[in-house]
């Protein structure tokens, strides 16, 4: 066996497996030698995470420290495992264990040497090699002997989420509030999004990779509780995550009050005492009375029309539809109340028992499966239990030769992995599948026949009655078949105002609408990117670079006074160039406590400094003030250009708003670096400018279209304004988001002239485009004016915003305009 675990009793193993090999010293190890039976013994020092080559060979490395041998010159190695061995010891290691080698090829890392100018060496361990790995573990009897006999005797400490600090390693335990089932990210590995509550009430949301799927939290439905063990904690937009670390393992368990405390994990090794099963059960009875109970499990009886929810169920068949989709048939137990679709495919691609599925047809449903759950799909085993998640329901009209226009209820699982959507098969001890079971078994078969792609139960009349009453409109079905690409960060309360009755009403309101973006503007990026001020509103271009070198240039035309030069706050530095009629230039470096810093925490002034100079030096000190010598001190510039420049961000003031003070009012910050440009505004006077994206935004929710108008500095598109013009990344992002929410080339405009054939009724559609008149009977020749609209009409996504309405007087004309607030890109779309 590769892999062999030797139990030990009171530190003395049970078994002598190695007692044929001879054990080798860390320091007589050498390239070249055969080392076939022969094996090396230490301490599990340092685990890397699983990996994998361009091949797709899992790579796992360790560093082993030897124990007898502590003295030793060479006391540790690093050991590569590869293929089926890296993957099974990634199951079983952990730090502090003692592991053994066997069968192992030595090599040089010739790239690298010690600082004695050695060369590090390294072991090569991989199955074909035939190398064997022993790990001494400790046995438990507390709990059952197959899944919890060998653990490693380690005691973790937890540390309560409202106690954690970025940096740093942890262990936690958590109820889940909210989580994503392992997808495969745009990398190699797969990802989890994992939100956790402990009774601090202090939630942690976790994001969760590892190259195997297995390795992922086993997570079936909130409420579940988890345990992970070397989290790292880490601060991202201020707000504070988890992620994976080296040797990062995980646990769940059933959050149900008096269900049995099994762990779900991939690993057959693992630590959990009596004191864990108490932290699960507290944190059981305290869920029981803190957390809602997950009310997104919908049984397929209590399904509705325009609803997202989870379902439990067992698959019966599966089918490939096309390249893009997949068809599921699954079933309950019960019957859905209203007639069901179902995809017309050939018995022969289907797998699965089909006189099972005649049997059952008035109980199954049809789900399609989009994009990246297709593959997931197709890797299901029929007769597999399932919870599916952020399944979706829509109403499809259906044409009958036998009966009228009927809608239809439609189960789709949409592409992507917004709202936690996708897969899980469910192992057949979970609680959830024996309660699927009886009502499997106790299932009513009986039931109306289905044709006509269309399965009809008792409840088709008042399925009909909701159609045709006008509570579901077409438009309302169309709008539900995307989530929104934007969310609400506040005013849940409010309800969702159709644009035309908006349109109706008077300001000042505020709504909230559902609508697709069909056009903005400007639609050149830079043009977007304003400055403006908080105090008195007003709005100003950035200035360009012309412009600011132009200001510089004429504040240089003045020569630095010599008696402000070198005081209590700065030493002063000045040259005379040797272009432009000896320029004189002064630089100034601002001290803190008497002492000149670093460049990278200081602040310099300069004086006569031209656009190119003074990016020069901001891109070597913390900050830079272009300033003027004045009567009795130094002053800023001119707020026509920046205040104060930071690497490449400029920091503008409002010239209106701001009353200047002297340089030397600076003194009261030098002690409280770094320079804070709030904080300097505030001692110099200034009211600083705010970089705002300003749009307007052309809204259409099927009923009505309006301009919205944006003026947003970093929440909407979670893209700081002040920065997007100097970074090529969050240009590329805004030009994403923008091309996403409202697709180039999908509106034209032309003007033709057309013949029409005497048949043609005036339905919007064009039967020839001609110039020549024979084979019609032609009509008078009209010169018409065609919009296409929405030639890809799914191709824009749904919007969902918080507008308030406001009076503006132009003259003697007013008029109401509106603005979009609370409202920010979904981080899916980002």
């Not at 349109?503 to 400007?522: D, E, H, V």
Request: aromatic share 10%; charged share 20%.
């Amino acid at each position: 066996m590769p892999l062999e675990l030797i139990k030990e009793v009171n530190g003395v193993p049970e078994v002598e497996l190695l007692s044929e090999l001879n054990k080798v010293d860390f320091s007589s190890l050498q390239p070249g030698c055969d080392y076939s039976k022969k094996y090396i013994q230490g301490k599990l020092s340092l685990i890397s995470s699983l990996t994998y080559g361009g091949n797709r060979t899992a790579v796992l490395k360790i560093a082993l420290q030897e124990q007898e041998n502590s003295n030793s010159e060479i006391n540790t190695i690093n050991v590569l495992f590869f293929g089926k061995l890296a993957k099974d010891c990634a199951k079983v290691f952990y730090e502090g264990d003692t592991i053994a080698v066997a069968g192992f090829t030595v090599l040089s890392a010739s790239s690298s040497t010690s600082r004695d100018g050695k060369h590090c060496l390294f072991l090569k361990a991989f199955e074909d090699f035939r190398s064997t790995v022993y790990v001494y573990v400790k046995s438990v009897r507390d709990f059952s002997a197959e899944s919890m006999s060998l653990v490693p005797a380690t005691h973790y400490i937890y540390t309560p989420l409202n106690q954690l600090k970025g940096g740093t390693i942890v262990n936690v335990y958590g109820v889940v509030k909210f989580f994503k089932p392992p997808y495969l990210s745009k990398g190699t590995d797969y990802c989890s999004v994992v939100t956790i509550v402990d009774q601090t009430n202090v939630k942690l949301t976790c994001l969760l990779f590892s190259g195997n799927y297995e390795a992922l939290p086993i997570i079936y439905k909130n409420g579940d509780i988890v345990r992970f063990h070397r989290l790292k904690i880490q601060v991202y937009k201020k707000e504070t995550q988890g992620i994976t670390s080296s040797g990062f393992s995980s646990l769940t368990f059933e959050g149900t009050l008096g269900a049995p405390i099994i762990p779900r994990t991939s690993s057959k090794y693992f630590n959990f005492t009596a004191e864990d099963h108490k932290m699960v059960e507290a944190l059981r009875v305290w869920a029981s009375t803190h957390i809602s109970p997950s009310s997104t499990l919908v049984k397929l009886c209590d399904v509705q029309p325009l609803q997202y929810f989870d379902l439990t169920c067992q698959l019966l068949g599966k089918a490939e539809v096309d390249g893009a989709s997949y068809l599921l048939k699954v079933w309950d137990g019960t019957r859905t109340p209203f007639p069901s679709w179902r995809v017309l495919i050939q018995d022969l691609v289907l797998e699965g028992d089909l006189s099972h599925i005649h049997r059952l047809q008035n109980l199954t449903v049809d789900i399609l499966v989009y994009d990246n759950h297709v593959q997931v799909a197709k890797s299901l085993k029929v007769g597999s239990f399932l919870r599916i998640y952020s399944l979706h329901t829509k109403l499809q009209s259906v044409n009958s030769e036998n009966q009228a226009t009927l809608l239809a209820l439609e189960f789709h699982l949409h592409g992507g992995t917004s709202y936690g959507r996708g897969i899980r098969v469910l192992p057949e001890s979970n609680s959830d599948v024996d309660q699927l079971k009886k009502v499997l078994e106790s299932a009513d078969l009986t039931a109306n026949q289905c044709f006509d792609g269309i399965c009809h139960s008792d409840h088709e009349d008042s399925f009909r009655t909701l159609s045709s009453s006008g509570s579901v409109s077409l438009y309302e079905v169309e709008r539900c078949q995307q989530l929104s690409a934007t969310i609400l960060t506040d005013h849940q309360y409010l309800e969702k105002t159709p644009i035309c009755a908006i349109l109706k009403q008077k300001a000042p309101q505020q709504y909230r609408i559902r609508a697709k973006l069909r056009s903005f503007k400007p639609r050149i990026l830079f043009q977007s990117v304003k400055l403006h001020c908080p105090k008195c509103h007003a709005l100003q271009e950035v200035p360009h670079e012309g412009d600011l070198d132009t200001i510089l240039q004429e504040g240089a035309s003045k020569t630095p006074d010599i008696k402000l030069q070198n005081t209590s706050l700065y030493d002063s530095k000045m040259w005379t160039t040797t272009d432009q009629g000896e320029r004189k230039v002064a630089v100034h470096f601002v001290k803190n406590n008497g002492i000149l810093p670093l460049s990278n925490d200081c602040l310099i002034l300069i004086e006569g400094g031209t656009l190119g100079e003074i990016y020069k030096l901001a891109n070597k000190f913390h900050s830079v003030i272009p300033v003027r010598s004045g009567h009795e001190d130094l002053e800023v510039l001119d707020l026509s250009a920046p205040f104060l420049i930071q690497g490449k961000i400029h920091h503008y003031g409002c010239k209106q708003c701001s009353t200047l003070r002297p340089i030397k009012t600076l003194n009261s910050l030098v002690d409280k670096t770094p320079w804070i440009p709030s904080s300097v505004a505030e001692v110099l006077g200034i009211v600083p400018l705010q970089h705002v994206f300003v749009m307007t935004f052309t809204l259409d929710d099927g009923t009505g279209v309006l301009e919205a108008y944006l003026m947003d500095s970093d929440k909407f598109f979670q893209i700081p304004a002040s920065e997007v013009l100097i970074n090529d990344g969050l240009q590329q992002s805004m030009d994403m988001i923008l091309d996403m929410f409202c697709p180039s080339g999908i509106k034209i405009a032309v003007v033709l002239w057309i013949t029409f054939d005497s048949s043609t009724r005036c339905s919007g559609q064009i039967v020839s485009i001609t110039s020549t008149a024979t084979d019609f009977l032609l009509w008078p020749l009209f010169l018409l004016t065609l919009k296409f609209e929405d030639l890809n009409h799914n191709a824009y996504p749904w919007l969902e915003c918080f507008i308030k309405s406001y009076n503006v007087t132009s003259g003697t004309e007013q008029q109401i305009c509106y603005q979009i607030f609370d409202t920010t890109v979904a981080e899916d779309v980002i």
